[in-house]
């Protein structure tokens, strides 16, 4: 992968995954509603330069592989959690600057209108167009500047629908202001770099803001500019930047469904709204669109897979590598490599399952490559015994996207419980490790493919 | 842009029924997309629409005041 350069923009970031082979740009012009369907075929993220109708572009389908993402980094595929984790811990507070580009053109009043932008259309079941790649930025006299990412259904011109249902800090903020039948002004940046994007897909405690997450995993201050029209501040490189206030109407209007971040059509919910007061954007602007479910969980992938290296060190496990598996959502399958002492494989697994986004967990030992999924099972297949080595956990806490769990059975504001497992797939003990010991093909270094073919 | 007037009173005539947001986008494909979202945004300023579990809409009542 190709490193970032220093204060790289979105646009230095398309460009380095172009160089990495891992998008691809059209000229042929295309409709928004049928972008996420492309996406779908593409093996390679879509830069879309014509767009039927729009003088702004379009590109999806940036982080939908580990791969993608890692290129989108500048950082080794399987250095990300490593990386995060680093970053997490050395915060570096963002820089303010006075000019931004994505200022460069100012819409206000009347000339507000969000059919400018073209908010694709994105699962056959979805309540409208959706906005799926806005970071929201709004500020808090008691936490601070805040961070993190919402979806946003298109209703008219100058307003979007927020989804705003689960507990957040912009819901925090946003409850502050509707209890004291106040607005909230935020500011939503579309087509940041994917260090400001994946900072603010992270739960960073209350009182964290997630720019400090993205300086550290930059490794230098973002650069961030004041809204025109509100005081919340926003990356200054940011393509498109939409501000206005979240309405002091609470959860009365519709929106969705849409196609969450589990890989299911989620349900029709009851949302704020947010009216627009200026959309700003760089000239010749890049509309990203996220497209789900992967794009979405590769974004948090690596922060789970930090949490993960976190709790198996304070659960005094030495990890050498944790997988959040894509079948799993990026978060709720995982697999951890460790370097095991008698016991540790069933401590690891009380450890991973403990996290609340974590449902099913398998522990190998540290010859195993799990980023093979060939090599995962054939650890599970020969070193467990299910009567032994798989540990379920009932009554933990749950998620309502997981139906599974029947959510529709649940009373009002009832949370949901669950059944977790975990597969201890380490050489058990006793069994001497000469057991396993792996065939390999005899002159396997002499022999070269190309002195035959 | 200005809404297709037109097209605001077919999309209006064919919200008389559920449907889902796909069905509006097939109904009038012969049209560009941001025109259908233009006239989707004038139905959703001029109407109340009712919305179903599965997330149909139809037109509930004409708004009383813009």
């Known amino acids: 992968m ?22 691809q740009r059209t000229s042929k012009r295309i409709s928004p509603q049928f972008i996420s369907a492309l996406c779908s075929k593409v093996p390679k993220a879509i830069f879309c330069e014509k767009v039927d109708g729009y003088s702004i572009r379009m590109v999806g389908g940036l982080y ?33 600057v006075n000019k931004g580009a994505c200022q460069e053109i100012v819409r206000t009043g009347d000339d507000v209108d969000l059919t400018e932008l073209p908010i694709p259309f994105m699962h056959e079941k979805d309540g409208g167009p959706y906005i799926s790649a806005g970071v929201a930025f709004a500020d808090d006299p008691e936490f601070g500047p805040n961070a ?31 209890e004291a039948g106040k607005p909230l002004p935020i500011a939503v940046a579309i087509g940041v770099h994917a260090y400001e994007h994946m900072a603010a897909a992270y739960k960073a405690p209350a009182g964290v803001n997630e720019m400090d997450i993205a300086g550290a995993l930059r490794g230098e201050a973002v650069q961030i500019v004041r809204g025109k029209t509100v005081d919340v501040h926003v990356p200054a490189n940011a393509e498109i930047v939409l501000e206005g206030e979240l309405l002091p109407n609470g959860w009365t209007a519709d929106e969705g469904p849409f196609g969450e971040f589990a890989g ?18 760089r000239k010749d602007a890049i509309f990203q669109s996220l497209h789900m479910p992967w794009e979405n969980d590769w974004l948090n992938g690596p922060a789970t ?19 959040a598996t894509e079948g799993g959502c990026c978060g709720w399958s995982v697999v951890a490599a460790i370097k095991k002492r008698a016991g540790e494989g069933k401590n690891a697994l009380a450890a991973l399952l ?32 299910a009567d032994k080595d798989i540990v379920i956990l009932s009554g933990m806490k749950g998620k309502h996207v997981d139906p ?49 073919l | 842009m200005q809404p297709d007037s037109k097209l605001v009173r077919d999309l209006e005539e064919f919200l008389a029924r559920p449907v889902f947001f796909k069905e509006v986008l097939t109904r009038f494909s012969e049209h560009k997309y941001r025109a259908i979202l233009k006239a ?18 139809w037109i509930e009542a004409r708004k009383n005041s813009r």
């Open chain 1, 2 to 23: 190709t490193p970032a350069t220093s204060n790289e923009d979105f646009r230095g970031m398309l460009r380095r995954m172009e160089h990495d082979g891992c998008l």
């Open chain 1, 64 to 96: 939908w592989t580990r791969t993608r993402l890692a290129s989108a980094l500048g950082w080794p595929e399987t250095e990300l959690a490593k990386q995060f984790a680093k970053a997490v811990s050395r915060p570096i507070p963002p820089v303010m």
């Open chain 1, 148 to 178: 993190g990412c919402y979806r946003l259904m298109f209703r008219t011109e100058r307003e979007l629908g927020i989804d705003l249902f689960t507990a957040s800090d912009l819901r925090r903020y946003y409850s502050k202001a509707y």
């Open chain 1, 264 to 281: 299911m059509q989620g349900d029709l919910k009851k949302n704020p709204l947010f009216r627009i007061s200026a959309i700003t954007m």
């Open chain 1, 305 to 323: 897979e930090a949490a993960c290296m976190r709790v198996l060190g304070l659960a005094g496990v030495q990890a050498v590598a944790v997988r």
């Open chain 1, 354 to 385: 403990a996290l609340p986004v974590v449902k099913q967990a398998i522990v190998t030992d540290d010859d195993i490559d799990i980023y093979d999924s060939n090599e995962v099972e054939w650890a599970v297949t020969f070193r467990c015994q």
């Open chain 1, 404 to 452: 599974s769990v029947r959510p529709w059975d649940l009373k009002p504001g009832e949370l949901p419980t669950t059944a977790k497992f975990g597969i201890d797939a380490t050489i058990p003990e006793g069994i001497p490790a000469f057991r396993y010991e792996r065939i390999v093909p005899a002159f396997k270094d002499q022999v070269r493919a190309e002195d035959y």
């Open chain 2, 40 to 57: 989707w945004s004038e139905i959703r300023l001029q109407f109340e629409l009712g919305r179903d579990e599965s997330g149909r809409y």
